[in-house]
């Protein structure tokens, strides 16, 4: 997304993937041979080559750790309008077991009628990250944190993102609040916005959640520790079923990714796992979803210009149409979110095991989303979600178009002037797009390189795989276990997605970040 890394008006880099495609497409089976050479391989290093090449920025620039060191960390806890001292609210966290860059607290209680009232608190990311400081402008640069497996490169740096602008456990932080009621049909009524003053009362990981949610664990240690907390966690999973039900019966796509994710220790790749999705984590992306709506709506009915989060109608309906025919499903002519949802959902049923390969075919053919500035006359809506009025604010420790929303936010509710114009906030958006399909190529790019290296010494053997991708660009297959990514150098006559084949490893290269197979005789 960043070639020139603090203009957004530089230019992009369009046509740099499909150059590497065609390198890709020229290369020779067992180049590498038996993997000569492998054994020194600097993942670290790859990752700052990858970074580069795609225009980011690896580190921070001097003047940017200067500003930052220089920060007070005590909390301004003096008047501010509007701003509520919440450190009372049985506020929770939910995320990865290692993640210290918070961005969410939710909290929930019950309403009037079986409705459920839904807190998420913001991470305060302005407070410290003023618009037009060094770091603001390097984050400008870079628009989004990029997470490589060997290497996390922040989009801010650690004292401020795991820090002063973090939501950890037992700490006083500033937040920006939304506010939503969910009905007993799922439907969201919105409520306020404001500013407040927060106190994270536990810090929860999603897999302890999810198992004690499915009665498959034990009741994680923070829960059982903070009085009220098991009853809270109980009517946040509440809320959140009622809301995805909504969503889903409103044409929402139900899709499944197979996320790998590198284990690594002592910089050595020992395996790769898959990100599996879970119930504590569908609490979470609910009201992620339901809180990004309060915010698009508040910056609406104040008419304030604003970006939003799109995904246009399919750019590719008649191959997936011609996808679901051969499934034994018909789809309408044009695009219909819920004719797709209800074919999803069929397909999840039926055949489990291929759903994430067909749910990847899918979003490659409805397209990426995009960042855009948000005309009130003529909104674009987000196909994926169901939703005409969509946008990202929850997360502005690590992604720049949720700053400027905070932004947005926090000056409307000042009474003050938007800091943005409308072709500022139109640059903005065009060059956060750019950078987050950068970040893609790089997170892409090190699975690749690091799932290489895990294969090292296995060139010439053989692995029950399954077909990911079959089109005119190639065929593409994901090994069963490791569960590694590759493209096939020989043809494979007829190939579909979902298809379970057997091949042969026979190139390699983590520098390049390729694995290619082919057909086992």
């Known amino acids: 997304m960043r070639r020139d890394r603090r203009n957004p008006r530089a230019a992009r880099q369009g046509q740099a993937p499909r150059q590497e495609n065609r390198r890709q497409m020229q290369r020779k089976p067992g180049r ?17 080559a990858a970074m580069q090449k795609y225009g980011f920025v690896a580190g921070f620039p001097q003047q940017v750790e200067r500003e930052v060191n220089s920060l007070q960390s005590r909390v301004d806890m003096r008047e501010g309008k509007g701003m509520q001292d919440m450190r009372g609210v049985l506020w929770s966290s939910i995320d990865n077991y290692d993640t210290e860059d918070l961005d ?22 302005d407070a410290y990250v003023p618009k037009g400081s060094a770091a603001d402008r390097h984050a400008l640069g870079n628009t989004t944190s990029v997470y490589t497996g060997i290497e996390t490169f922040p989009m801010l740096p650690d004292r401020l993102s795991k820090g002063m602008s973090s939501l950890p456990e037992g700490q006083d932080r500033l937040a ?3 506010e939503f009621a969910v009905l007993p049909n799922g439907v969201v009524r919105p409520g306020g916005i404001c500013r407040a003053i927060v106190r994270n009362k536990a810090k929860l990981v999603y897999e302890q959640v999810a198992a004690w949610l499915d009665n498959t664990g034990p009741i994680p240690k923070r829960i059982a520790e903070v009085e009220g907390m098991e009853e809270q966690i109980f009517l946040q999973d509440k809320a959140a079923q009622r809301l995805g039900k909504h969503r889903m019966m409103m044409g929402a796509l139900e899709l499944e990714s197979m996320e790998a994710r590198a284990v690594i220790k002592d910089d050595k790749v ?7 999705e879970n119930r504590a984590m569908h609490i979470i992306e609910n009201f992620m979803i339901g809180a990004n709506g309060v915010m698009s709506g508040f910056l609406e009915q104040r008419n304030v210009p ?49 759903f994430p ?50 932004r947005l936010i926090k000056t409307s509710l000042a009474g003050q002037r938007s800091p943005y114009g409308r072709n500022e906030l139109s640059e903005a958006a065009g060059w956060c797009t750019d950078r987050e399909m950068a970040a893609k190529r790089v997170e892409r790019f090190m699975v690749k390189s690091e799932a290489a ?13 399954i077909v990911t991708g079959a089109s005119e660009k190639g065929v593409y297959a994901r090994l069963l276990n490791p569960p590694v990514e590759g493209r096939m150098v020989s043809s494979v006559r007829g190939a579909r997605v979902g298809q379970k084949i057997r091949v042969r490893l026979v190139n390699l290269d983590p520098r390049q970040g390729f694995v290619d197979f082919e057909m086992a005789r």
């Open 32 to 48: 590498l041979g038996k993997n000569t050479g492998l054994e020194n391989i600097d993942l670290r290093q790859i990752a700052r």
């Open 104 to 125: 969410q607290i939710e909290y929930c209680e019950a309403g009037a009628g079986g409705e459920i009232h839904v807190k998420v608190g913001v991470a305060d990311v």
């Open 176 to 178: 920006v609040v939304a």
């Open 270 to 276: 020992l395996g790769l796992s898959i990100v599996e």
């Open 306 to 354: 604003s970006i939003h989060r799109v995904v246009r109608e399919p750019k590719d309906w008649v191959g997936i149409r011609l996808l679901a025919k051969a499934k034994g499903f018909s789809l309408p002519a044009k695009p219909s979110a819920k004719a797709l949802s209800e074919f999803l959902a069929e397909r999840k049923g039926i055949d489990p095991e291929t």
């Open 357 to 406: 390969d067909l749910s990847l075919a899918i979003v490659k053919m409805i397209g990426a989303g995009e960042y855009v500035l948000h005309d009130k006359e003529t909104p674009i809506g987000h196909f994926c979600l169901a939703v005409t009025h969509y946008t990202h604010g929850t997360a502005p420790n690590r992604r720049y178009v949720d700053l400027i929303i905070q």
């Open 453 to 465: 290296t895990l294969l090292s010494g296995k060139v010439g053997e053989t692995f029950d795989a």
